[in-house]
């Protein structure tokens, strides 16, 4: 899930993307950055109502 996300421009380098996630299992932050022209996936997801049977 992204949290928050910024386009980085910065005077003779190439354009990069900072990214903002939350990791769905851990919900640990994560940070990274990429170049601006990387394709990226959206990932369909589902959320099921479980149930505990001990």
């Known amino acids: ?3 928050d996300w910024r386009r980085l421009v910065r005077a003779q380098t190439e354009p990069k ?3 903002k996630l939350r ?3 851990t ?3 994560i ?3 990429l170049e601006a022209d990387t394709k990226l996936k959206l990932v369909p997801i589902e959320r099921l ?5 001990y």
Not at 49 to 53: E, Y
């Open 23 to 25: 990791h769905l299992r």
């Open 17 to 19: 993307l900072w990214l």
């Open 27 to 29: 919900h640990a932050v």
């Open 49 to 53: 109502p479980v149930v505990f049977m």
């Open 1 to 3: 899930m992204v949290l």
């Open 31 to 33: 940070e990274r950055t």
